[in-house]
Structure formats: C-alpha cells, structure tokens
C-alpha cells in the first residue's frame, strides 16, 4: 500500500516519453520498462493508398495510458486508448492529462476495442495465461489467455488497408511450461493473420539476475517481443 502511494505520488520515470507516469493503486505500473522500448522503436506501418485525416492507433489494455502517450510522441495523429478496469481508465486519463496528450489521446471503455479501425492496434496483455487471484494480480493474470485470444480474434476486422497489429508478449509462460510457441503462433494463425516482423528484447529488472529466486531458470531465459501483424494479403483473381 505504502509502495503503491509512492508510486502514484511521485510517478515512475519513462525514459521513452522523457517525463514521469503516476500508477494508481491496482493499475500494472510501467517499471519493466523493455516492452515500453519495444513500442517506441519498432517501425511504424506506412499508409496504404491516398488517405485523409490523421493517423489513427488504438492502444488496448491501456493501463496507465504509458503506451498511448508514446504513439502520440510518435506522431500518431488520434490514439484510442481503451481497458476494462475503471481503476485504469481513470489512471489512464489522469497520466494523459499530465502529459499534456487529452487532445490527441481519447480514454475510453470499459471495452477492449473501440469502434471504427485503425492504421496501427497496439496490445501488452498479461503475460501469464493463468487466473488472477485479486484485482492487483490482473495485469499479470490473463485466465485462458482470454484477452490475448480476444484481440488476436478482433484485431482483423479492425485494421484499415495496409495497418498493423503490435502484439506485446514476453515468452515467460512457455518457460514455464502454460504456454507453447506453437500454441501461439496456431492462435495467430487461427485468427486470420500473419506476422510480418517481430522484435526482440531481454528483460532488464533485477529478478531476472537473481540466482536465488525460484523462478530464475526462467526469468534469466525470458524474451520480451513485439509481434507486427497483419491481415493476410488477398490475391486478386485475373479477368479475361
């Protein structure tokens, strides 16, 4: 409780947006800030075809907002950011506000995905795919893999021409044997899309270098990465 206050009194620092984030009590805090890099590096999908209007991202599962404000630093014209808890829509639109994003970042929910489509979805869903004990435990948990199977099944239907998907997952489940790369790569399959890129990072945080945690066969192997998805390319059939 004590560590959560201080958290939300003095924010966290994100080195990718230059400035501090402020969690509320019960909100995922952006401290395991390799996922964060991911999104602020990888390659922004390029438009397809003559367009009009700014471009548009959505940001599922947004938490404290942290990855909603790095896609507007990035230049994302309109970022749609969304989640399911009342604890972090409230979070979110108060780090947005802070940051000076409430006109270019739009805090909405409880959903996970937004009308309309965009040209970039963005989703770090809880990496363990096992049932959360507490509310606290929500942005680690994901019973059955429920969200990730939930945005990989929409995320089709959302993308404008030429856009793309960001799925955000650490690999710390296969280590622990919850999940199989196979089961994932079948699930993106399953879901009409294909991967078109995927980036790569090594946690940083002291627990994957400590020998004594029970856990450190699998925090020392673990592998944070990015995903770029996309639809599948429809060939055109030739006419005579």
């Keep these: 409780m004590i560590g959560a206050h201080e958290w939300r009194r003095k924010g966290v620092l994100v080195p990718a947006l230059g400035a501090r984030v402020h969690p509320h009590y019960g909100v995922f805090s952006p401290v395991r800030g390799e996922y964060v890099d991911l999104v602020a590096r990888a390659p922004l999908p390029a438009p397809a075809g003559p367009r009009t209007g700014p471009r548009t991202a959505f940001d599922l599962g947004t938490g404290t907002g942290v990855l909603a404000a790095v896609l507007a630093r990035r230049g994302l014209g309109r970022v749609v950011a969304t989640d399911i808890s009342p604890r972090a829509l409230a979070c979110a639109r108060d780090n947005v506000r802070r940051l000076g994003l409430a006109g270019r970042v739009d805090v909405t929910g409880p959903a996970l995905f937004p009308d309309g489509r965009a040209d970039l979805v963005v989703c770090n869903p809880p990496w363990i795919p096992a049932r959360p004990a507490s509310v606290l435990e929500q942005g680690v948990y994901d019973q059955d893999g429920a969200m990730l199977r939930d945005f990989l099944h929409g995320l089709g239907s959302r993308l404008r021409p030429g856009g793309e998907g960001w799925l955000v997952l650490s690999d710390l489940a296969e280590h622990l044997g919850l999940r199989t790369r196979r089961d994932l790569l079948a699930a993106i399959e399953a879901a009409g899309l294909r991967v078109v890129g995927r980036i790569d990072t090594r946690p940083r945080h002291p627990r994957a270098r ?31």
């Design 210 to 240: 400590d020998a004594a945690d029970p856990l450190h066969a699998a925090r020392s192997a673990e592998v944070t990465s990015l995903w770029r998805l996309a639809s599948p390319i429809v060939k055109r059939s030739a006419h005579r």
